[in-house]
């Protein structure tokens, strides 16, 4: 699930689907979260000038966009076509409870970060609590999909319909969380992966612009 505008991979030569672009995003999503925990949780958070807590909260805020469309793609697209295919042999309501409670999470960080790009002194210590419990239950949430759910989709699921729920997503995606998310999984995608995404003459731009809001988030590139 890669939650992009890239066209779908295919494999006629496999019956089981494709999970490569799932896995990316689920990377992409913990390596992120990390390192803006890393980032508020350290000495410096409330030291930080305004110009550059600014663009953490842009990030911030990006970020949490990604992640919750990521989820509710999911809770949509993908469970329902899911619980079609495996019956009983599934129990979603867990991970969608999951989801509800994230998005609860992400709407506080959202807020605090906004509190915090004009006056990191006062609001660092909240947003790095808030960053730091939403990376535990993702870290917790991922590694369940992960070991719990992507047997049962390699073994119910037809390429053909995850394939059709992909393309679902990619359609959904609004253009400008688009350019933030092509170039934001590029960075996390193996070389292999990258046929997921667009060409690079496509992505540079893109990734351009990524890299230098980036950079001044966490001081460097990925």
Same mark, same amino acid.
């Given at each position: 699930?890669?939650?992009?505008?890239?066209?779908?991979?295919?494999?006629?030569?496999?019956?089981?689907?494709?999970?490569?672009?799932?896995?990316?995003?689920?990377?992409?999503?913990?390596?992120?979260?990390? !390192? $803006? =925990? /890393? #980032? &508020?949780?350290?000495?410096?958070?409330?030291?930080?000038?305004?110009?550059? %807590?600014?663009?953490?909260?842009?990030?911030?805020?990006?970020?949490?966009?990604?992640?919750?469309?990521?989820?509710?793609?999911?809770?949509?697209?993908?469970?329902?076509?899911?619980?079609?295919?495996?019956?009983?042999?599934?129990?979603?309501?867990?991970?969608?409870?999951?989801?509800?409670?994230?998005?609860?999470?992400?709407?506080?960080?959202?807020?605090?970060?906004?509190?915090?790009?004009?006056?990191?002194?006062?609001?660092?210590? !909240? $947003? =790095? /609590? #808030? &960053?730091?419990?939403?990376?535990?239950?993702?870290?917790?949430?991922?590694? %369940?999909?992960?070991?719990?759910?992507?047997?049962?989709?390699?073994?119910?699921?037809?390429?053909?319909?995850?394939?059709?729920?992909?393309?679902?997503?990619?359609?959904?995606?609004?253009?400008?969380?688009?350019?933030?998310?092509?170039?934001?999984?590029?960075?996390?995608?193996?070389?292999?992966?990258?046929?997921?995404?667009?060409?690079?003459?496509?992505?540079?731009?893109?990734?351009?612009?990524?890299?230098?809001?980036?950079?001044?988030?966490?001081?460097?590139?990925?």
């Amino acid at each position: 699930m890669t939650n992009s505008s890239a066209p779908a991979a295919t494999d006629t030569a496999s019956a089981l689907p494709d999970l490569t672009g799932i896995r990316l995003s689920h990377r992409a999503i913990l390596g992120d979260i990390a !390192r $803006l =925990a /890393a #980032l &508020l949780s350290g000495a410096g958070a409330r030291a930080m000038p305004l110009t550059r %807590a600014g663009a953490v909260t842009t990030y911030i805020q990006r970020y949490n966009a990604a992640v919750r469309h990521h989820h509710r793609n999911e809770d949509d697209r993908l469970w329902p076509v899911i619980a079609a295919a495996a019956g009983r042999a599934v129990d979603l309501v867990p991970y969608i409870g999951e989801h509800e409670v994230l998005d609860r999470l992400q709407d506080a960080a959202d807020v605090t970060a906004a509190h915090f790009a004009e006056n990191p002194v006062r609001h660092a210590p !909240r $947003l =790095a /609590a #808030l &960053l730091v419990e939403q990376r535990d239950l993702l870290i917790e949430h991922i590694d %369940a999909e992960e070991q719990h759910l992507f047997p049962v989709i390699l073994r119910h699921v037809s390429a053909a319909r995850y394939a059709a729920a992909e393309a679902e997503i990619r359609k959904s995606t609004p253009p400008e969380l688009v350019s933030w998310m092509q170039p934001w999984l590029w960075r996390y995608a193996t070389a292999e992966e990258r046929r997921l995404l667009p060409p690079a003459p496509v992505i540079e731009p893109l990734l351009a612009a990524y890299t230098a809001g980036e950079t001044q988030v966490f001081g460097h590139a990925r």
